[in-house]
Nanobody
Framework: QVQLVESGGGLVQPGGSLTLSCAAS??????????LGWYRQAPGNQRELVAV???????NYADSVKGRFTISRDNDKETVYLQMNSLRPEDTAVYYC???????????????????WGQGTQVTVSS
């Protein structure tokens, strides 16, 4: 069974940087592996797309993070990363790693049954 484990969250001041990691296990990376995504959810809000990367390295970002966040993957390590720069208070949320359901790449707003999720990691941007 596929498992995703996120790490790297924490408290950071506005303008600061953090790098999130998500390690996959369960034979998910045969060949180039699956589509991998990062989503976030703040209290009272829907779970929203942050960024997604295909096995071949094509990416898509939410408009709110373009130019500030970078998604990347290391297929040998079965890990996906999210480099977050110029963080803002509105980036505060729980960040989740995701493998989408078969036939899907991503969704702008998704429910908890949209594929496989990690346990989430809290990112708090505050002075």
């Amino acid at each position: 069974q596929v498992q995703l484990v996120e790490s790297g969250g924490g408290l950071v001041q506005p303008g600061g940087s953090l790098t999130l990691s998500c390690a996959a296990s369960g034979s998910t990376f045969s060949g180039y592996g699956p589509v991998l995504g990062w989503y976030r959810q703040a209290p009272g809000n829907q779970r929203e797309l942050v960024a997604v990367i295909t096995p071949g390295g094509n990416t898509n970002y939410a408009d709110s993070v373009k130019g500030r966040f970078t998604i990347s993957r290391d297929n040998d390590k079965e890990t996906v990363y999210l480099q977050m720069n110029s963080l803002r208070p509105e980036d505060t949320a729980v960040y989740y790693c995701n493998i989408p359901p078969p036939g899907r790449w991503y969704g702008d707003y998704v429910s908890q049954d949209f594929g496989t999720w990690g346990q989430g990691t809290q990112v708090t941007v505050s002075s």
